[in-house]
Each structure stands twice: as structure tokens, then as C-alpha cells.
């Protein structure tokens, strides 16, 4: 079973920094996706952004520029390196994954991080 675990949320000023991490454990044979979403009270869950197969990149339009998610292979873990937050960050931030395990193509979320944003 693949599990996920996120850690480096917090609160903070707008214009300042926060790093998210996200360890995946498990047998994981190979991970075809990974990355960050977020949802904000009353609102949809939406993406953030993803690193496919390794070496695509996506990032929603709202944080280009902003933010920047890289990949650390041999650890399974994936970051989200968020810059010039504003207040429309505010959001619990989900990590992602998809991958091949002894169960054949898996889903799995993490449990969120809450990220906050004052003005």
C-alpha cells in the first residue's frame, strides 16, 4: 500500500516563503505522476502543480512564476517550493501520487497541509 506524508505548512506573511514535502512509502515500482493540489474553503480541489513520468511539468497559471515543485527520486519525495504567497494561497495543499505497486496502478493522497496567508 503507498502511503503519503506531508510536512511545511504553516502560517505566513504574504510575499513570504513556505516549502512543502511529501515522502511516498510502500512498494513502489515506478510513479508515473506526482504532485500538489489544493482546496480552499468552499471551493473545488484544484491542481497546483505535477511532475510527470519524471520530467514534465505543470504548474496552474495562478502560480507560475511563484512556485516550483522538483523531485527527489531516490527518496520518493516530492517538494513544492511556494514564493511571493498571497492570500488566495490559503488552502489545505494535498499531495498526489500515481504509480505502479504490488496492486497494479495506484491513487493515493496525502492527509493535507494547511498553508495560510495573512496580509
Known amino acids: 500500500q503507498v502511503q503519503l506524508v506531508e510536512s511545511g505548512g504553516g502560517l505566513v506573511q504574504a510575499g513570504g516563503s513556505l516549502r512543502l514535502s511529501c515522502a511516498a512509502s510502500g512498494i513502489i515500482f515506478s510513479i508515473n505522476a506526482m504532485g500538489w493540489y489544493r482546496q480552499a474553503p468552499g471551493e473545488q480541489r484544484e491542481l497546483v502543480a505535477t511532475i510527470i513520468s519524471g520530467t514534465s511539468i505543470n504548474y496552474a497559471d495562478s502560480v507560475k512564476g511563484r512556485f516550483t515543485i522538483s523531485r527527489d527520486n531516490a527518496k520518493n519525495t516530492v517538494y513544492l517550493q511556494m514564493n511571493s504567497l498571497k492570500p488566495e494561497d490559503t488552502a489545505v495543499y494535498y499531495c498526489?501520487?500515481?504509480?505502479?505497486?504490488?496492486?497494479?496502478?495506484?491513487?493515493?493522497w496525502g492527509q493535507g497541509t494547511q498553508v495560510t496567508v495573512s496580509s
Open positions: 498526489n501520487i500515481n504509480a505502479q505497486s504490488t496492486r497494479g496502478r495506484t491513487v493515493a
